[in-house]
């Protein structure tokens, strides 16, 4: 047996016979489920970069809630995109912009911004946040801005726009 091979006052450490792998809280959802799969744990500590200290446990099924929800998500999602195409019998287009420093709409609000009829902002996703905009949302710097804009004749004239290359949109 293992114990006997060691001295009585052998530590845990002297008797464990692998290191269970861990994960830090930045990495992805789709890094903790390799893990999982590929190890075989019932749990994976989380561990903090800095010091190196656990800071939580992720089980099994904390994964598999959190990926039955980024899946029925992402369905309701697609489920709303094509409903708003088929709307604007596909004439429309789904644009998704990272807004610079140099764009004019950083600051503002989104209902202080003034886009043409035709250019909805469906989400910003900020630092891997996904938001619903609103008419008090203030964009940011680095904000992915997903926007559906339909006729698509306007869609270079809302990008200029949003990314700084031009002042003003036309207001036809």
């Known amino acids: 047996p293992l114990i006997e091979q060691h001295k009585p006052n052998a530590t845990l450490h002297d008797?464990?016979?692998?290191?269970?792998?861990?994960?830090?809280?930045?990495?992805?959802?789709?890094?903790?489920?390799?893990?999982?799969?590929?190890?075989?744990?019932?749990?994976?500590?989380?561990?903090?970069?800095?010091?190196?200290?656990?800071?939580?446990?992720?089980?099994?099924?904390?994964?598999?809630?959190?990926?039955?929800?980024?899946?029925?998500?992402?369905?309701?999602?697609?489920?709303?995109i094509r409903q708003l195409q088929d709307l604007h019998q596909n004439s429309g287009q789904f644009t998704n912009l990272r807004l610079k420093e140099n764009s004019p709409v950083i600051g503002l609000s989104l209902a202080d911004v003034r886009f043409p009829s035709e250019a909805v902002i469906v989400s910003i996703k900020r630092q891997n946040n996904l938001l619903v905009p609103h008419g008090k949302t203030v964009f940011q710097k680095d904000d992915e801005v997903l926007l559906f804009i339909s006729p698509i004749q306007k869609v270079d004239e809302v990008v200029n726009f949003m990314s700084g290359e031009v002042s003003s949109l036309s207001k036809q």
């Open 15 to 80: 008797l464990s016979t692998h290191q269970t792998p861990t994960i830090q809280k930045h990495q992805s959802l789709e890094e903790a489920m390799r893990l999982f799969s590929l190890y075989d744990l019932p749990l994976l500590p989380v561990m903090d970069e800095t010091n190196h200290s656990v800071i939580g446990i992720l089980t099994e099924r904390d994964v598999v809630r959190a990926y039955n929800a980024y899946t029925i998500y992402s369905t309701e999602s697609n489920a709303k």
